[in-house]
Each structure stands twice: as structure tokens, then as C-alpha cells.
């Protein structure tokens, strides 16, 4: 099998310092110093991430299987049964199958990143996952000479996600990544929030997160990963393509057609928050513009 891509990045490279620290280094490196009053601030002198509270994260969310209010997941999400499950992997696999999550997990390595998250609805948050590396995954399944994206889905159950009853999308909600992206080492498989299992609210049992990318790429609740060599649908696309592409890249200089994207608001940032400038690939511009090197982002919105 050709190798298609080669990791020729550390986890220092991909996740700077500014960018990602372990929580654990966070706090040991705040009580050394002797500054736990720095924690009250948006970021500390060094300029690394405060992550949200846990109740921010898990309180106001997107996951419209449970309706389309933003505390409806929160509500509703508990009715989710996400034991046992599996994730069905086919397409340009060598190895396709329907893999128990159990399985899977036993032979990932799994960390925790901290990352900036980015809705197009222009707020933000910062979360500190765990998980592993897609990457992985993918290697694991054994891709196939010609592939070219990565489609993802999210489970069909109405039973337990009552939005389902509603045809607000095309369900199931399906998601897309080109292959270089699909592999990038930012790109990680959800499988918790500050180490403890991820609420399914949140996209329990596995949920994709792609930084650098508007939230709504970070498919939810994911049971099928399908590798192919055509671009894969995507459900917001689907829904109204002027506004939603397929790259969906965090860019300030492309507005949604309704709103600019040139500012954020950070949930949870109290009620005098300023709006914060949004930066190109929502911060993690040294890390994937070569992705896009040559595309009209514009275009390619
Ligand atoms: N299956 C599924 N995945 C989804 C969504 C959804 O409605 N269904 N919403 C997306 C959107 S718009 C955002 S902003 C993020 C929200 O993730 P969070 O609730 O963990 O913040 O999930 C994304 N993944
Ligand atoms: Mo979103």
C-alpha cells in the first residue's frame, strides 16, 4: 500500500504552546507561579487558552437531532443509548468492517488538546478534548491507493433523538473531509471533555473536531466513516450550499451571506465580554494553510 502522507510534524509543531497545553501542565505551572488569580482572566500572561467551564460546554450546544434551541440537547440528549456501539468503516478500505467502539479505543492512544472552537453563528469556546488522532483510525482501516475524502455519519435513531422526527435536515447528518485533512494531526476522534466521558449532549460516544474548521464539520454521534474518492455531501451544504461549502474553513475575510465573520463572542465570557477579532483558520494558520496552498478560499468557502 503507498503511503499517502507522511506525519513529519511532532504534537509540538502541530498544537504550539499558545495554542495547547495539558491541563494538567496548566494548572501545576499556575500553582508554581503562584498565579491561580490568573485563571479568572481570558487567557493567562503567556497566552495560553482558559478553557470554558464545563457547564458552558455542555449547556449550550448544536445537535440538532435533539432539537434546534441550543439548551435542547442538554435537555433531550440524556435519552441516548451509546453502549454498545459501533462504527461501520468501509469504502477504499482494506480492512473494512463493523468495528466495536470497545475494540477501537484499545488500540488508539488517546490524550487530551485543548483547542479553540469556532461556530458560524460567530461565538467561540475553548475545550479541552481527549481523544486520538483520526489519523489513526484511518491508518488502522488501511487506505486504499485512490482515495481522496473521508465521509462521516452520525446515527439514525428517532426513537432517541426526537429532532429526528422533524425533516429540518436530511437525516442522518453527514459530514465530509478531504484526505490531507482527514489525516492532519490536528484532527482528532472526540471521545471526552476534561476526562471525563463526553456528554451526549456533546457527541457521545465519538465526535469528530477539526479546529480549524467552523464547528459544524465536527460531526456528532459518528457510526459510519467511509473513505472515497469523490467529494462526500455534507448536510449543511445540502441544506443551503450559498451559504455552507464544503471546506468551511474559520476565515474572517469570507462573511456568511447573512452575517460577518470578521468577530467572535466568546460563550461564557460574561456579560461585558468584547467581541474578539476571528483569526484566519480560527488561530491555527501556521498549522494547515499549506492545505490550502493555491485554492481561492473565496471560492472554496
Ligand atoms: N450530528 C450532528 N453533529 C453536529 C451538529 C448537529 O446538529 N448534528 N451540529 C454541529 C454544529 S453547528 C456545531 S457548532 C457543533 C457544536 O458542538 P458542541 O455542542 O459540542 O459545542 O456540533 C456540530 N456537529
Ligand atoms: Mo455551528
Known amino acids: 500500500m503507498a503511503k499517502r502522507w507522511t506525519n513529519d510534524l511532532t504534537h509540538d509543531d502541530v498544537t504550539p504552546q499558545s495554542q495547547y497545553l495539558n491541563r494538567r501542565q496548566i494548572m501545576a505551572g499556575i500553582a508554581g507561579l503562584g498565579l491561580a488569580g490568573v485563571m479568572g482572566g481570558e487567557a493567562n500572561a503567556a497566552g495560553k487558552l482558559k478553557p470554558n467551564d464545563w457547564d458552558t460546554i455542555t449547556r449550550y450546544n448544536n445537535f440538532y437531532e435533539f432539537g434546534t434551541s441550543k439548551d435542547d440537547p442538554a435537555k433531550h440528549a440524556h435519552k441516548l443509548t451509546t453502549d454498545p456501539w459501533t462504527i461501520k468503516i468501509d469504502g477504499m478500505v482494506d480492512n473494512p468492517g463493523e468495528y466495536a467502539l470497545g ?17 458560524v453563528e460567530a461565538w467561540s469556546m475553548v475545550v479541552p478534548w481527549n481523544g486520538f488522532e483520526l489519523a489513526d483510525l484511518l491508518q488502522m482501516a488501511g487506505i486504499q491507493e485512490g482515495a481522496k475524502y473521508v465521509a462521516f455519519e452520525t446515527l439514525m435513531r428517532p426513537e432517541e433523538m426526537p429532532g429526528q422526527k422533524r425533516p429540518v435536515i436530511d437525516w442522518p ?23 471525563k466521558p463526553i456528554p451526549n449532549q456533546n457527541g457521545a460516544p465519538i465526535r469528530l473536531v477539526v479546529p480549524w474548521k467552523y464547528g459544524f464539520k465536527s460531526i456528532k454521534s459518528i457510526v459510519r466513516v467511509t473513505l472515497t474518492d469523490r467529494e462526500p455531501p455534507t448536510s449543511w451544504n445540502k441544506l443551503i450550499s450559498r451559504e455552507y461549502g464544503f471546506y468551511s474553513n474559520v476565515n474572517p475575510n469570507v462573511d456568511h451571506p447573512r452575517w460577518s465573520q470578521a468577530t467572535e ?12 477579532p476571528t483569526l484566519l483558520f480560527n488561530g491555527y494558520e501556521a498549522d494547515v494553510a499549506k492545505l490550502y496552498e493555491g485554492m481561492d478560499l473565496k471560492r472554496n468557502f
Open 173 to 195: 447528518y453527514v459530514e465530509g473531509l478531504r484526505l490531507d485533512e482527514a489525516m492532519h494531526p490536528l484532527t482528532l476522534m472526540a471521545t471526552g471533555i476534561y476526562g
Open 103 to 119: 475494540d477501537i479505543l484499545s488500540k488508539m492512544t488517546t490524550e487530551e488538546r485543548i483547542y479553540r472552537f469556532r461556530c
Open 265 to 276: 463572542r466568546t460563550i461564557g465570557g460574561g456579560l461585558f465580554a468584547k467581541r474578539k
